[in-house]
């Protein structure tokens, strides 16, 4: 059963026994870490409030191989396949990356600023990157996720909000819109509200 958490989140309200079990460093206990270089620090005295959810798959809508993990870390070979010369060269990276059958994979420390959003604004605040984790869905953009995905999503953001001050959860289509259009409309957002019961004001409109 994915984990619940009944009470809307706030700043007041983190667990710091479960957290110490969970977390070390920003690193999330049940994620396989992979450490990437493709990170920066966050501001200081800045609260990590917001979580983006994206989607990604290498090549586009091909599942099940070890490409995104080579982007994110830099060793992504770009004549493997003829789009990656589109991607060619940018240093990119998320927090977090769920994989179809709901693997976690993490590359940056919660701590540390990953290089997700690009340009973004959220609830008036720019530069989501200085205050957000970024968790990557394997999948194609406006298609459907599976079930595994979005349990452990579900485990994983409650996991996150124990450990930060988190307040709000957006796709990456509503921190650049227009820019941006993941997950996009196979995304179940009641779905996943249902399943953590925060409160409809963490979500997007």
């Known amino acids: 059963m994915p984990t619940k958490m009944m009470n809307p989140p706030s700043l007041d309200r983190h667990d710091k026994s479960n957290s110490a079990a969970l977390w070390r460093n920003g690193w999330y206990r049940f994620a396989r870490a ?17 979580i983006v959810v994206h ?25 493997a396949h003829p789009y990656f010369q589109q991607i060619q060269g940018l240093r990119v990276s998320a927090h977090f990356y769920i994989r179809r059958d709901g693997a976690l994979w993490q590359f940056v420390s919660g701590d540390d600023r990953a290089w997700h959003a690009g340009a973004s604004c ?4 720019d530069n989501c990157n200085d205050y957000s984790i970024g968790i990557e869905l394997e999948g194609l953009e406006g298609s459907t996720f599976e ?6 999503l579900t485990a994983l ?8 001050p988190i307040t709000h959860i957006a796709g990456h289509e509503h921190i ?12 179940a957002w009641p779905r996943l509200q249902r399943a953590l ?9």
């Open 34 to 50: 992979m450490p990437s270089s493709n990170h920066g620090p966050r501001p200081v005295n800045g609260d990590i409030d917001l």
């Open 55 to 79: 989607s990604i798959s290498l090549p586009p809508g091909e599942f099940g191989g070890d490409y995104v993990q080579a982007f994110f870390t830099n060793q992504l070979d770009w004549d």
């Open 122 to 125: 959220y609830c008036g605040r």
């Open 147 to 152: 079930h595994a995905q979005y349990d452990t």
């Open 157 to 164: 953001c409650a996991a996150l909000a124990d450990q930060y």
């Open 176 to 187: 650049a819109p227009g820019r941006k259009h993941d997950p996009g409309p196979g995304f």
């Open 197 to 205: 019961g925060w409160p409809s004001t963490c979500f997007p409109e």
